[in-house]
């Protein structure tokens, strides 16, 4: 039972354009939401996260929108740079303890 | 700056034998986790922990054990291996109860 789904195995973007990573949850009881990028050989590293009090966050080119009626999350990167490439894990915390539910990840190409 | 690192990048075990994955972090951190990373699966809780001695499964315990005798170290255990233990493993720390730091990772293969 996979309480957080990412539906897109991978995704290919142009450089410069916009990149739309998304992301949709069940349990309700989930209160905050993490994206987590990784390298090949490399551990994931924390990009940014987001309350369930919010419905946006923004960091510089990363932007994470929270809706909680469709529970469903999404990560802009604007504009895409081929560094980007990498995966890109959704993760959820709530209820109880420290514990993160982590997606399947996607793997974002940015193209130059 | 926060630094997890883990006793080595890559291993080859045979099967049934025992094999010790160690990771030691910096930073005074209360909690620690392993997870097994497989395409297509994410990333999975094997063991957690929020304290010295204290021990917590996680979602895929099945085949693993876990020692925490000092707070900056948490060794996981894999008492006879199998192939189907061939993975990444991450082991992570965190202070707040949600951003959690990574180490580089254990790619372990099982013959």
């Known amino acids: 039972d996979q309480q957080v789904k990412q539906n897109s195995p991978s995704l290919s973007v142009q450089e410069g354009r916009i990149s739309i990573l998304n992301c949709d949850y069940t349990?309700?009881?989930?209160?905050?939401f993490l994206w987590y990028k990784k390298y090949p050989a490399e551990g994931p590293t924390f990009l940014i996260s987001i309350s369930s009090i919010k419905d946006k966050n923004e960091d510089g080119r990363f932007t994470v929108f929270l809706n909680k009626s469709a529970k469903h999350l999404s990560l802009h990167i604007v504009p895409s740079q081929p560094g980007d490439s990498a995966v890109y894990f959704c993760a959820a915390s709530g209820g109880y303890g420290n514990k993160l539910v982590f997606g399947a990840g996607t793997i974002l190409r940015v193209k130059s | 700056d926060v630094k997890v690192t883990q006793s080595s990048r890559y291993l080859v075990k045979r099967t049934g034998e025992k094999v010790f994955l160690e990771c030691v972090q910096d930073?005074?951190?209360?909690?620690m986790f392993w997870y097994r990373q497989d395409p297509g699966l994410g990333l999975r809780l094997i063991y957690f922990s929020y304290d010295v001695k204290m021990k917590e499964k996680g979602d895929i315990p099945e085949g693993y054990s876990v020692s925490r005798e000092k707070k900056e170290r948490f060794s996981l255990i894999l008492e006879s291996a199998s192939t189907n233990q061939t993975s990444m493993y991450l082991c992570a720390s965190s202070f707040s109860p949600y951003e959690q730091y990574f180490g580089p990772g254990t790619r372990l293969t099982v013959t």
């Open positions: 349990n309700s009881m989930f209160d905050y």
């Open positions: 930073m005074d951190h209360e909690n």
